[in-house]
């Protein structure tokens, strides 16, 4: 994940320290080389662009109230993956929310653009099965297959030990069997 600087382009450590202190130039240079990144997780955590983009929007306006409380303590990405993981679940927590008015109300659910259509591509349809594992376990598959990290790299992100990682792993690949099997895949 580590970036190529060229000599003239700050570092993420000088970034950050400008944009603690109020540069807001260094602050749309962090947010600029970061987008991409944060977008990319958000879109593999929810499987929707539209989504992904609203959550990256989310995490960028949350890094702008946050960025003084970084303390270095770990990788300036590894803290962009809590933040996005956290903004990605509150979305959900917001449309679960939203989803049980409308229901409430006898009012017919919009559908989303999923749709449940089928896709030729076997990768998007384990990326699908990804995302009906339990949170944990989701995370987990997201940050260690879908974004290369190590499991004690997943474990800081996610704020656990390794070995839970490596559990969530475990469990994940069990309960990723039956539902690829359960949709007909092998």
Known sequence: MAMMLDESEASDGDLIGRARDGDRTAFGELVERHYGF???VAWRWCGNGSDAEDIAQEVCARLGRAIRDYRGGSTFTTWLYAMTLNAARDMQRKSAREAAKTTAYGVHALVAGDGGLETE???????????QLPDKQRDAILLVYGEGLSHAAAADAMAIAEATVSWHIHEAKKRLKLLMRSAGEE
Do not use: G, L, Q
């Open 38 to 40: 944060v977008h990319r």
């Open 121 to 131: 591509d076997p990768t998007e349809r384990m990326w699908a099965a990804v995302r």
